[in-house]
């Protein structure tokens, strides 16, 4: 009964994570929510181990620590990889402020971006539905 | 409490779960059910599952999150079409629900002492596995000795599924991209990022110790070789991410993690040919020494090195088919 | 309203299952199909586990050689531990094989479309080799 | 209740008070950086909070090794895998929302971002061949 309120509280912080996961707006919004969501279940892990008074169930605890990050890790990568391998990244963006136009041009004039857009045309990368 | 938290964690699932369907980028559906994995994997806990819980912990929200992402960069994230054949799915849908919920009436209480799947052959495992195998987790040893045929055929199907993997997009499947002039050269992983580098490479060992601790523990507290297989790759995989997968691949070169996932399997089935040799049945433990427990633990304890073997090798395998594929 | 809090967790299962159902019906994006397919699996190795469940039981793991505690029932623990690892297994074969049609028809979305052209040419591609397939050397433009 | 029931359930709710003012931050706030920042600052300290008082619960045993580990391992990951989401996010033309002047471009984070290297013409660097085989 100690670690009600925590329980309690990473519980309603569970959803308010799952909320913005699902609101997005952006992509990063969402591996936010999830790496935070990541972190809550840990905790909440941890608060059940001792509720159940089993110290075993650390272990898993300990497990989903290391996984979420390689998580993190994971998406980053392949953030990294679309930006290789696409001009613009489609989809993820809905800032709403006008300046996201002028960032995305400015990204578009940036070497790296360009050679990476130029390699993936003469591959022929065909875009889905062409 | 416990039963006010499952129905907490239930809905959660529910509503993860229709996001992610409803999703029209394939991005947001897959980090989706990375959270509903993680749900489900608590559920499973506060179900006094936790070798579940963390079997569904390493390869859902783990491994299954990095193979979905790396084939995401292969297929494209957008989904194109709309939703089709919604008449015939609502009508499929609701006859599958009348019949699912009326069966649900005849199922019996959550936690029902009772229950026929109790009064069974279960109820047997508890005492026999006391009194003629004596290692306190007992799913390891239902898993490994008293059904250890059908645990042998399932590593046998994730072989298989393996094997099914690299003729589709191994190294010697065809790949029209790999060599084309152009062809996107991504093989440079994370490395750009120092703090991420110098973070992660000093987990990596600690992953690398939590596997060996989950497989060689596991007879005493949640783990076994699926759970330790899927986390000595989850290792390697964090070490390709972050140096690019070529690197991963000299540490362990494919062509060995293909060798590990036969010998793997190879070395369980070769414990029941052993047994067959010493005159007992196939994976019959009670001959490879002369008291029955030290036996029986030894049998599990090589037969659980197998599975872990074998996951590891194939869950490597199928991360780097999936990540080599079409790069130069 | 006892009857309905009394068989909840079996509704969250049903509820599952038939969201799984319905998006493997509905999406012609194989992607998508598949992860209606995770889905569904989850349901149903949710149903698997909570059988086991055992009132006022513990985790069939014995802490300091308390055999006569009540313990859950580990045999459905078995069985789903090594469904979900085959679960991954035949997940990353669909995918394996999205990844082929993609690259074959250029596209992972309307299926019945491909399967009406009844053209499976590019799926069975070059043989390896032909494309200067070394491991070495290759990649200049 | 003694009292070291009494601090670590006072640790707990501390904690739980910090991890949710996170999570609010992370709906409410209007834009990405605003609710990383909430987001990663609080769950640090909650998490910390949380798992030294479960410490202190558990005592001298493998179970509080475990949590150290836990606790250390979170403390670390966590914040660089914000850094790298951050970076990643501006990167791709994400830009912070900034109360002064309507103009968010003017803030030049160009040479604060850290891009991956061009890649360098192929056969002539020092990756090595692919080991498929």
């Known amino acids: 009964m100690i670690f009600l309120g925590a329980i309690l509280a990473i519980a309603v912080t569970m959803s308010l994570a799952l909320v913005r996961a699902l609101l997005g707006p952006s992509v990063y919004d969402r591996v936010l929510a999830v790496n935070m969501f990541g972190t809550k279940t840990v905790l909440l892990l941890s608060c059940m181990a001792f509720v159940a008074g089993r110290s075993d169930y650390l272990d898993l605890a300990l497990a989903y620590a290391l996984i979420n990050f390689i998580g993190v890790l994971a998406v980053l990568e392949f953030f990294r990889q679309r930006e290789r391998a696409t001009e613009t990244p489609e989809g993820h963006i809905r800032h709403p402020k006008p300046a996201t136009a002028h960032a995305h041009a400015h990204a578009d004039t940036d070497p790296a971006t360009d050679a990476a857009s130029g390699a993936s045309e003469a591959a022929g990368d065909s875009e889905p539905g062409a | 409490m416990t039963g006010l938290l499952s129905g907490f964690i239930l809905s959660l699932c529910v509503l993860v779960a229709l996001g992610a369907m409803q999703a029209r980028n394939l991005f947001t559906a897959v980090m989706l059910m990375g959270i509903f994995s993680l749900l489900v994997a608590t559920e499973f806990l506060l179900l006094d599952a936790p070798d579940v819980a963390l079997t569904e912990a390493a390869v859902g929200a783990g491994i299954s999150t990095v193979l979905l992402l790396s084939a995401l960069a292969l297929t494209g994230e957008k989904e194109q079409s709309r939703p089709v054949h919604q008449g015939v799915a609502t009508f499929v849908i609701v006859v599958t629900a009348i019949l699912v919920v009326v069966a649900t009436f005849e199922m019996p209480l959550l936690g029902d002492p009772s229950a026929p799947v109790q009064t069974h052959v279960a109820a047997e495992y508890i005492p026999m596995t006391r009194d003629l195998i004596d290692i306190p987790n007992i799913v390891t040893a239902v898993l490994a000795s008293f059904r250890g045929y059908d645990t042998l055929g399932e590593v046998i199907v994730v072989l298989t599924a393996a094997i099914g993997v690299l003729f589709l997009i191994g190294p010697d499947a065809p790949d029209p991209r790999r060599g084309a002039a152009g062809s996107p050269r991504i093989t440079e992983g994370l490395k750009h990022h120092q703090p991420l580098r110098i973070v992660g490479k000093a987990v990596i060992p600690f992953i690398l110790l939590f596997a060996l601790y989950v497989q060689f523990h596991g007879e005493y507290s949640p783990g076994g070789g699926f759970q330790a297989g899927a986390l000595f790759a989850a290792a390697i995989i964090l070490y390709g991410l972050l140096e690019g997968r070529p690197a991963a691949a000299s540490i362990i070169p494919p062509r060995v993690l293909r060798m590990m996932a036969a010998i793997g399997a190879l070395l369980y089935g070769g414990v029941g040919v052993v047994t067959l040799a010493l005159g007992g049945n196939f994976l019959e433990y009670n001959v490879l020494a002369s008291t029955q427990t030290t036996a029986q633990q030894i049998g599990i304890i090589v037969i659980e090195a197998g599975v872990g073997i074998t996951v590891a090798g194939v869950l490597l395998a199928i991360y780097h088919a999936f990540a080599a594929r079409g790069r130069a | 309203m006892n009857f309905i809090l009394d068989y909840f967790n079996y509704w969250i299962f049903v509820v599952l299952l038939l969201i799984g159902f319905y998006a493997i019906i509905t999406r012609d994006n194989l992607v998508k199909k598949l992860l209606g397919l995770s889905v569904f699996q989850a349901a149903v190795f949710l149903l698997f586990i909570s059988a086991g469940k055992v009132d006022g039981g513990t985790a069939p793991i014995v802490l300091g050689g308390d055999w006569d505690a009540v313990f859950t029932n580990p045999l459905p623990q078995v069985l789903i531990l090594t469904a979900i690892v085959v679960g991954i297994s035949t997940l990353s074969l669909g995918l394996a094989i999205v990844v082929r049609i993609k690259e074959a028809y250029g596209s992972i979305d309307d299926v019945d479309a491909m399967a009406r052209g009844g053209d499976l040419r590019p799926l069975i591609g070059r043989r390896p080799g032909v494309n200067g397939d070394t491991p070495s050397g290759n990649s200049s433009p | ?131 498929n085989r």
């Open chain 4, 1 to 131: 209740m003694n009292w070291v029931d009494i601090l670590c359930a006072a640790m707990g709710i501390a904690g739980g008070f910090f991890v949710l003012v996170g999570g609010i931050g992370a709906l409410r706030m209007p834009d990405l950086f605003t609710r990383m920042h909430a987001a990663s600052l609080t769950d640090t300290l909650g998490s910390l909070l949380i798992l030294s008082a479960l410490m202190i619960q558990f005592g001298l045993s493998l179970a509080t090794l475990k949590l150290v580990a836990i606790a250390i391992f979170l403390l670390f990951t966590s914040p660089v895998a914000s850094y790298a989401l951050a970076n990643a996010a501006l990167l791709s033309g994400h830009r912070p929302i900034v109360a002064r002047g309507d103009q968010p471009d003017e803030l030049d984070l160009d040479d604060l971002l850290i891009r991956e290297p061009e890649l360098p013409e192929a056969g002539a660097d020092g990756v090595r061949p692919e080991q």
